[in-house]
């Protein structure tokens, strides 16, 4: 066998292996799973996010509930004080009635405040217990998607691994120099080796002048597409 011959049955070989591992990272199974996966990061994220804003609520309504305490204490003080020493005038009791009236209204708008902020807090931990459920239930459905594609992931990493083998076994009888230049040209140009068709390079579809042509005769029978710069044979 030539090693135009050999080239090309290597090539064949080694662009099936290729072309099974691609198959592999389409796998529909494959693509649903990190599908679902992304769907379970996203579903954590945002059960994380309200946990986060519940949290900052709770402290709020905290803060609020110790002003409420201040307030109240600020006007028991006040109601005391008037009660032990009544305004001299009429002046005096309308001041004293004016800051009462301050305390009350503070005091309405941290209770409105309060009841706001605990029914917010309330729906958002709801929110965050459907989706904590719906989490669960499609957890339970990755599981075992992940099991049965990692089954058939590893029966197709073993038929990759033959595949591989088999293009490996073609290349034994190659020049290695021949070997070397296929991997270096495949980094950049697949499949390397083209046929030359009426004067054309089949891989790019672009005419080779007639000195390439015609050296080609001279050479082992392999060019080098001007270009691209693949292996071009003559069949
Ligand atoms: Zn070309």
Redesign the pocket.
């Known amino acids: 066998m030539t090693q135009i011959e050999l080239l090309l049955q290597y090539q064949q070989a080694d662009m099936a292996a290729d072309a099974f591992e691609n198959q592999i990272k389409r796998n529909p199974n494959r693509i649903a799973l990190k599908k679902n996966r992304e769907f379970l990061v996203e579903q954590q994220n945002a059960a994380k996010k309200l946990e986060g804003e519940v949290a900052h609520m709770t402290d709020r309504v905290e803060t609020i509930k110790l002003a409420i305490v201040r307030l109240e204490e600020q006007l028991n003080q006040m109601a005391k004080r008037m009660q032990d020493t009544p305004p001299a005038d009429l002046a005096k009791a309308q001041e004293a009635a004016k800051d009462a009236q301050k305390l009350l209204s503070d005091l309405e708008d941290y209770e409105k405040e309060m009841r706001q902020i605990q029914k917010d807090a309330a729906e958002r931990e709801k929110l965050e217990k459907d989706i904590r459920l719906k989490f669960a239930k499609a957890k339970g459905e990755y599981d075992q998607q992940k099991v049965a594609y990692e089954a058939e992931y590893k029966e197709q990493m073993k038929e990759l691994d033959q595949k591989r083998k088999e293009a490996e076994a073609k290349s034994a009888d190659l020049e290695p120099a021949l070997l070397e230049k296929y991997k270096t040209i495949k980094l950049h140009c697949t499949p390397p080796v083209?046929k030359l068709y009426s004067g054309q390079?089949t891989?790019?579809n672009?005419s080779l002048p007639q000195a390439t042509l015609r050296k080609m005769k001279n050479d082992s029978g392999i060019i080098e597409?001007e270009?691209?710069g693949?292996m071009l044979i003559q069949m």
Request: with cysteine.
């Open positions: 083209a390079c891989g790019c672009m597409c270009n691209c693949r």
